[in-house]
């Protein structure tokens, strides 16, 4: 025990020693180990296809059992017979079944066989001997766009005439979405309407931008931040008295309508839409306490309707730290031809103006619409072209395809 307690820092230090020495000798295993590694080990269980080879492969394979169409029909996928239409199953690419080399495999004993669509146009693959022109299916409505026809050789849609017509690259599929003049159309979305995509003067009607994003109750560009009610001997004053503290919108000649802090009392009127027309006048505020023992405060509005009209006028509701919906249900309109810009909430009867150009809010080739009416059941609304008096009608899918991004292209 004494030796211990005199010498228990050489018994520590040998100790770490002997722990130094065992790590030593396992990390030396492990390098060891490391060097027997040898090409024998390095090789694969199973045999690995040359990515070279040109072959057929069957849906029946596990490692190609990508969906319930490769499961439930008996297919071959083949490569073409064109560099650049040969794919490696990295990028999925649109393919068709080839009528010759078919009729020989089915008649063999196997299935259909799938190539390339850019195959169309050239020679088949010449699957078990057989080498034959393959025409270029008559065009359908998912096929190319445009009065063309043609090949496609890039498949975005646009014939190889119309791209080089237009003076595009046949070969990249991009500028299908480009968007040459900066109307808010596609350069395939015009091709398809017969107008110019390098012509801003050239597009279809600005409606055919539009879609329907929802038809419900719209958050209105108002709140109730609080109310002084100017106590007094622990009593509040009349309501007559009281300051109301709100965010209303303001239209400004240089900036258009914008949120603006104001006071107000009982009595007076207020803006509540970026409508002219939602005009509503305060006709009630209240105050209460609430479960959390925190003061609410309540105003009452009520629509200004014209005698003449003969109408009951709505309410609308603002209570201190609460967001305020319109009493209706109203379109939510996207301009997808100006990616980022405001969504258009108007209720029946109210305008909204379209611009041609992206990256301009003024412009003679603007176009003005009214809001005649809308289905909530179908999501379908009916607009008017105030200078044409057009009525149109414009749906959740509206006429760009929702997955279709038009780029603007410099």
Request: contains cysteine; aromatic residues 10%; proline residues 4%.
């Amino acid at each position: 025990m004494n030796f211990l307690k005199r010498y228990y820092d050489k018994v520590i230090l040998l100790i770490l020693f002997i722990v130094f020495v065992v790590l030593m000798l396992y990390v030396w295993n492990v390098v060891e180990q490391t060097n027997e590694v040898d090409d024998a080990k390095l090789k694969l269980s199973r045999a690995v296809p040359d990515p070279d080879s040109y072959g057929k492969y069957k849906n029946t394979d596990k490692d190609f059992q990508y969906n319930m169409l490769w499961q439930n029909k008996k297919f071959y996928w083949q490569k073409g017979n064109r560099a650049e239409s040969a794919s490696d199953l990295i990028e999925m690419t649109a393919l068709a079944e080839c009528p010759y080399c078919s009729e020989k495999s089915v008649q063999n004993g196997g299935g259909k066989i799938l190539v390339n669509r850019s195959t169309f146009g050239n020679k088949c693959s010449g699957y078990a001997g057989s080498v034959h022109d393959l025409p270029v299916p008559e065009l359908t409505s998912i096929s190319v766009v445009g009065g063309s026809g043609g090949i496609d050789s890039d498949g975005d849609g646009i014939s190889d005439a119309d791209e080089e017509k237009f003076k595009m690259n046949k070969d990249d599929k991009r500028d299908a979405l480009y968007d040459n003049d900066g109307d808010g159309f596609s350069n395939r979305f015009e091709i398809a309407k017969s107008t110019d995509p390098n012509d801003h003067t050239s597009h279809p009607p600005l409606w055919h931008r539009l879609r329907v994003v929802k038809i419900a109750a719209a958050k209105l560009p108002i709140q109730l931040i609080g109310v002084n009610t100017f106590p007094k001997n622990g009593k509040d004053s009349p309501k007559e008295d009281w300051e109301i503290f709100c965010r209303v919108p303001r239209y400004n000649r240089r900036k258009g309508w914008q949120s603006r802090d104001t006071t107000t009392a009982l009595g007076n009127r207020v803006i509540v839409d970026y409508d002219n027309n939602s005009r509503y006048k305060i006709v009630d505020v209240a105050k209460s306490i609430d479960a959390a023992r925190n003061i609410v405060f309540t105003v009452k509005l009520q629509e200004i309707v014209p005698a003449k009209l003969k109408m009951e006028p709505h309410y609308i509701t603002m209570t201190s730290g609460k967001s305020v919906y319109s009493w209706d249900a109203r379109p939510v309109i996207q301009d997808t031809g100006r990616p980022g810009s405001d969504l258009v909430i108007k209720p029946k009867g109210g305008s909204f103006t379209i611009h041609r150009l992206q990256n301009s809010n003024i412009d003679k080739h603007s176009e003005s619409y009214e809001v005649v009416d809308f289905q909530i059941s179908n999501g379908v609304v009916s607009l008017r072209n105030i200078s044409s008096n057009e009525e149109i009608k414009i749906t959740r899918e509206g006429e760009i395809p929702r997955r279709e991004v038009v780029v603007k292209r410099d």
